[in-house]
């Protein structure tokens, strides 16, 4: 069983509250990322489960064993940094099969052998065994950098922003890498990284910080369709949310928002909320379609085609602004002219303007 389960843990550096109280279990065989921005408590979240610090309060459990106080080498768990430091005076070979090395009783020369050609060949590394870490590059260093984690055959795989010495390209590729590596290999993964796209590519379930506070738990399509608050809708998402002001109005099919951008149907379905309390509507770039109207206040302020998308910046005439994603293809818009928005109302998110959570998302 290698569940991973932390109740009520909570670690302080005097003033700073580093993790605030986190309840998460991770299920066998699953990809956990932990996302958030800098300081919000994910390396402080992997070094606990590591052991490499202490808990202040609360309990971590692998499987049914608990582990908060055991010494790291107790805990089965392998560990890759993000400073993913080779020995530069060992070959590929002996970095991979350095902790069976330093395993007691020492393993037996062919059993190492097997172990690390093994790992090798998952890895795609196994041409390069002889070599020196300076003789191969970014990404051949980090997959050995994990093979070093993977012949020892740990419960837990924790890795801390793995891929984020390597460039923009073989980044992407190292995602499909791990990704392949996980089906193959079948371990829990726990995987921190700032990067929101890489943690929607990669886990089963992403786990959200913010200030030490878990906010949101849940599976990539649920945290991006159904974001638990504002700080949640905002930071996943290759493009920021835009929100908008407005007022709750009952029309004859259902909700409207009247905003400054004009009235909004919100559809049938979701929940009412609570009269006389303030709200902001959570809308993406890909739920606004918009269309040419010379006779309209509103005005394309900004086009930028970014590949496969085209962005519309539109503004009313109160300046607020929204951004929506288009086909470039199928629209020809110029900055300056006149457009129309439609909003779609499954996927408007209605938040609590104080508290920023969530109070409705559309389509239920
Ligand atoms: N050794 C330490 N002493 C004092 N404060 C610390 C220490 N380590 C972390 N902190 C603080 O605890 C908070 C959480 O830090 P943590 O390293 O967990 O963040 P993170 O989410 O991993 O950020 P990053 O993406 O920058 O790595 C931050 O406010 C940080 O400044
Ligand atoms: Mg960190």
Known sequence: MSTVTFEGVSKRYG???ALDALDLRVEEGEFVSLLGPSGSGKSTTLNLLAGLMDADTGSIRIGTRDITGLPPEQRDIAMVFQNYALYPHLTVFENIAFPLEARKPRPDAAT?????ERVAGTLGVAPLLARYPKEISGGQQQRVALGRAMVRDPKVFL??????????????RMRRDLKALHHQLGSTIVYVTHDQAEAMTLSSRIAVFDHGKLQQYG????????????????????RETNFLDGTLEAGADGLVYATALGRIPLGNGGATPREGRATRLGVRPEAIAVEPDGGSDLRVVLTELAGADLFLTVRGRDETEVVARADPRAIRITEGEGVRLRFDAERLHLFDAGTGVAVRHGGG
């Not at 190492?112 to 690390?116: Q, S």
């Not at 890795?159 to 073989?170: C, G, K, V, Y």
């Not at 599976?219 to 290759?238: L, Q, T």
């Open 219 to 238: 599976a990539p399509a649920e945290i991006y369709e159904r974001p638990a608050n504002i700080f949640v809708a905002n930071f996943v998402g290759d």
């Open 112 to 116: 190492i052998r097997a172990k690390v």
């Open 15 to 17: 003033e700073v509250v």
């Open 159 to 172: 890795l801390d922003e793995p891929l984020s010495n390597l460039d923009a390209r073989l980044r992407i």
